[in-house]
């Protein structure tokens, strides 16, 4: 198969449409929310999962940094179909932040395991871990709650869900892209 042409930035216009494709991915699911409490349970970070499994570290963060910018523009992809930057300033905002990192983080480990499902989880498990971080000291400071009521609010219910999310994640995505390399869409990993 012939090279495609690249863009200015580098990258060819199919691995943009792959970005674009992934970025609205996660603004069909991140939406859907289960209000818990103040912070709800998501699909947010199950589609950051795929995006990285699928796309790779760089390409994954990417949409998923699209995603946020179409959410902070008042685009209501956010839980409960909400947007702007007073969600990015709420209560629940780090969590947004976190995602990135938390994208870099599964990537690097997914990419270089060559997508090993143990070291896959160890990454998942581990980006998740910063996301939580950066969501639970954002929510106890915009929140005025204690660091203990923000682990038990923020962190402690979503646990088995977001394992279960990471297990899907681990057995699906690279099922997918798999079949996308088959198809040339992308190269297999």
């Known amino acids: 198969m012939a090279e495609q042409a690249k863009t200015k930035s580098g990258w060819s216009v199919r691995e943009m449409t792959l970005i674009a494709v992934m970025a609205a991915v ?27 499994y699928i796309l790779g570290t760089k390409r994954g963060t990417l949409s998923y940094l699209v995603y946020l910018l179409i959410g902070l523009a008042g685009v209501p992809v956010f839980s409960g179909f909400t947007g702007g930057a007073g969600k990015l300033l709420g209560p629940t905002g780090g969590y947004l932040i976190g995602f990135a990192f938390m994208a870099l983080i599964c990537g690097i480990l997914i990419d270089r395991s060559h997508h090993n499902f143990v ?6 498990i581990l980006g998740t871990i910063v ?28 646990i088995p869900g977001d394992l279960a999310k990471m297990v899907v994640a681990a057995v699906v995505a690279p099922q997918v892209r798999r079949r996308l390399a088959k198809a040339k869409v992308c190269t297999e990993a």
Do not use: K
């Open 26 to 52: 996660t603004c069909v699911l991140g939406p859907l929310s289960v209000p818990i409490g103040v912070v709800p349970i998501s699909l947010t970070n199950l589609a950051v999962y795929f995006a990285v």
């Open 119 to 124: 070291i896959g989880m160890a990454g998942m």
């Open 131 to 158: 996301c939580y971080a950066f969501g639970t000291v954002w929510l106890a400071y915009q929140a005025g709650m204690t660091m203990g009521a923000a682990l038990a609010a923020g962190v402690l219910p979503f």
